[in-house]
C-alpha cells in the first residue's frame, strides 16, 4: 500500500506559477508510474501529466508548454512544475498511477488563479 500527500497549492494570479509536490510512502515507489490528475468544481477529474520509471512524461494537451512533471525517486516525491496559470487551471489537483489506484487517492491540493 502506497500513502500519497500532496502539497504546495494555494491562491495565484493569472500568468502566475506554482510547484506541486506529492510525497509517497512504501518503498515501490520507484517501480510505479505516476502522474497527477485535476478535479475541477463540477466537472469530472481528469488526467494531466504522466511520468513512467525512466522519467518519460506525457501531458495533456491543455497543459503542453505550461506544465512540468518530474520525479525524485529518492525522495519518493512526485512534482508538477505549473507555469503561466490559467483561470480554467483552477481545481484540486491529485497523485496517483496511471491508471489510478481507488486505495492511493489523497486529499489533493487546491490550485485557485484568480485575480
Known amino acids: 500500500q502506497v500513502q500519497l500527500v500532496e502539497s504546495g497549492g494555494g491562491l495565484v494570479q493569472p500568468g502566475g506559477s506554482l510547484r506541486l509536490s506529492c510525497a509517497a510512502s512504501?518503498?515501490?515507489?520507484?517501480?510505479?508510474?505516476m502522474a497527477w490528475y485535476r478535479q475541477a468544481p463540477g466537472k469530472e477529474r481528469d488526467l494531466v501529466a504522466t511520468?513512467?520509471?525512466?522519467?518519460?512524461?506525457y501531458y495533456a494537451d491543455a497543459m503542453k508548454g505550461r506544465f512540468t512533471i518530474s520525479r525524485d525517486d529518492a525522495k519518493n516525491r512526485v512534482y508538477l512544475q505549473m507555469n503561466r496559470l490559467q483561470p480554467e487551471d483552477t481545481a484540486v489537483y491529485y497523485c496517483?498511477?496511471?491508471?489510478?489506484?481507488?486505495?492511493?487517492w489523497g486529499q489533493g491540493t487546491q490550485v485557485t488563479v484568480s485575480s
Open positions: 512504501g518503498s515501490i515507489f520507484k517501480s510505479l508510474r
Open positions: 511520468i513512467t520509471q525512466g522519467g518519460s512524461t
Open positions: 496517483n498511477c496511471p491508471p489510478p489506484l481507488v486505495g492511493y
